[in-house]
């Protein structure tokens, strides 16, 4: 719960929202949603705001675009501005470097996945393994367009100086998403009845949702099916694991 | 049945020991049946006692907990290798089988990922709680767009890739033990090209299609109508048919008079897409049947059809309610020609077995003299099936078994079993032989030309 009323240091340059804001954002199911911004937004957002939000969004836009035709490692900066129609310093204000668009684009990832969850009527009262797959499902569902930007994320990620893996941002965002974990995990057991393991979970979820993007990333059934099944059977284990307290 | 039980309970025990190593290894979902299946050992040990269909009926509703593909290669196999004792063996033979149920996003996910779109989009409304447990997915209500009600069949992911891998696994096991005898590779061969053609949803669309209309001239027969714009090779959506499933229909206490009909339709039904169509539907589980009052049955779940060859459609034509010695050459030249066919040759112990089976079952319950064709069959005597089945196994060890034989054992041992069931009457001969002749007749399914009423 504390990791996510806590301002989060991701957003150095993005000064538009308070923190804690996930829901309030009306959810962007798709990143084309860059010109569906009307010019009367909700009362309390300022137009400047409003207006630098449009313009990463339209960045991003951009840079997925690119990401996906050319390659993350073959995009420069100054083909995503020209797409965008914007100039290359725009571009360096919003976005000190790709990792940072790449990053981005991983928090409006985490917004949508557990936005997807939280709205979600019927899984309020779903068993924990149900929602671990919903919040993950969702996830894979805003990453499919750009499935071959995050196989090359993916790679750059492990480089030492990668924003992407080891930057205070990247933390802070893995913080909180693992926050909300945890908090599926404890609203699935009554309280006080925490099972041992759980203060593990989410270090443990964290290591099996990189494993589990790394076998979407290379599954090749039809519809990605496997990566369904995989899913479903290795969450119904992992469930169990945890209530048993180890032992499966 | 006693003494065939002792070495049995050895086999199952070495069975288990492989399962579970197996199902350590590669996790197949015919590890986790096998083991479960033999494991629990003393649990089951405790029920087998009491061998009676009960207990036996009680036990299989366990087994019908467990699932995947494994569950029909394990029914199929129980069947064939004799490992089982019979009341179980009867009831085993008609589990239906079934996936890992799916929670309600799984199957969201699925559907997305199958028809391109979410359930509610596609639908009017779609009932997220599965009524049915189909062959390897499960059946959901729904309402389409223009206010059709149908069903949807949402297969469980990935499940190919399981029956492939279980076959593997289970050739490999077979082929160092004496389990290979008892299932020789071509039916294990025949069983997955059945067992996958069923993952194939496609498929079963044209199923859908082709039985419609060939099962027209039976006027008491309904079968779903597919909505191909609703439907993939994952998801298969239909329309829906009336009627209740045999508990069901048996708790509203239907007569005598028209159990006897039903039971008489079934068995025309069955020799009706045998030698008229030389397709049929192999999957026995009484589930799909739907029987409706004043006698109109439903037949849902067309993932499982057999198509027979023409020349193996005329040689049972031939050999059923064959009225001379079936002990003298013309009848052997007939089986010989039989296994001709299928490149084997007969030996005289395959011989024996097929005359034995023929006289001993067949000769009794068809029975071929003309002035005994009325003769109604009372399938309430348990009796029936189980001289079914111990002489089914007999043809096993005789080597005598046909990939042919596999889907066709499956399916007739279905029939008796739901005839048994619905303690039904039924003239078998007269029935059979109103499907051999030429030109086709009406149905002559509770006809009123019997001589008991």
Partial sequence: MPARSKPSPVRRKIPRKPPGATTRRPPRTTTRARRTTAPTGPRGIGVRARHKDALRARILHAALALFQTRGFDDTTTRQIARRARIAEGTVFNYFPTKDDIALYFLEREVDHAIATVRQDPALAKAPLEEKLFALIQAQIEFLTPHERFIGAAFVSALRPASKIGFSLQAAALRDRYLAFVDELITESFPRGRRPALSWFAPHAFWIYYLGVLLYWLHDSSPGKQNTLAFLDRSLKLGVKVLKRGGVA | VNDRKKPATGAAKRGARMAAMAAGVTGTYLGYFAQSLFLGERARKRKLDETNTRAARRITKELGGLRGPAMKLGQALSLQAGVLPDEMLMELASLQAGAPPMHPSLVKAQVKSSLGRLPDELFRSFDNVPFAAASLGQVHHAVTRSGQPVVVKVQYPGIREAIAGDFKWFRTFNRGTQLSRMVPPPIVDELEAQISA????????????????????????????????????????????????????????????????????????????????????????????????????????????????????????????????????????????????????????????????????????????????????????????????????????????????????????????????????????????????????????????????
């Fill in chain 2, 198 to 453: 069923e993952a194939d949803y496609y498929r079963e669309t044209e199923h859908l299609s082709f039985f419609a209309r060939a099962l027209r001239p039976l006027g008491y027969v309904c079968v779903p109508e597919p909505l191909p714009h609703l439907s993939s090779d994952r998801v298969l959506t239909m329309s829906r048919v009336e009627g209740n499933h045999i508990e069901r229909y048996l708790q509203s206490k239907p007569s005598q008079r028209e159990r006897d009909l039903v039971g008489e339709r079934l068995l025309e039904l069955f020799y009706f897409q045998i030698l008229r169509l030389g397709t049929f539907h192999s999957d026995p589980h009484w589930g799909n049947y739907l029987f409706k009052p004043e006698g109109g049955i439903g037949m849902v779940d067309f993932g499982s059809v057999k198509r027979l060859e023409p020349r193996f459609v005329s040689n049972l034509r031939a050999v059923f309610l064959y009225p001379g010695d079936r002990d003298a050459g013309e009848f052997t030249e007939l089986m010989a020609e039989r296994y001709g066919m299928f490149g084997r040759k007969m030996t005289r112990r395959t011989r024996s077995a097929l005359v034995r089976f023929s006289k001993e079952f067949y000769g009794k319950v068809y029975p071929p003299e003309e002035e005994r064709e009325q003769q109604a069959i009372d399938f309430a005597d348990p009796a029936i099936m189980k001289s079914y089945l111990s002489l089914s196994s007999d043809l096993l060890v005789a080597r005598a078994a046909l990939p042919e034989y596999a889907m066709l054992a499956r399916s007739e041992t279905g029939l008796y079993l739901t005839l048994h069931r619905l303690k039904a009457r039924v003239r078998t001969s007269w029935l059979v032989r109103g499907q051999m002749t030429e030109p086709a007749g009406p149905s002559r399914a509770g006809e009123n030309a019997r001589g008991r009423d």
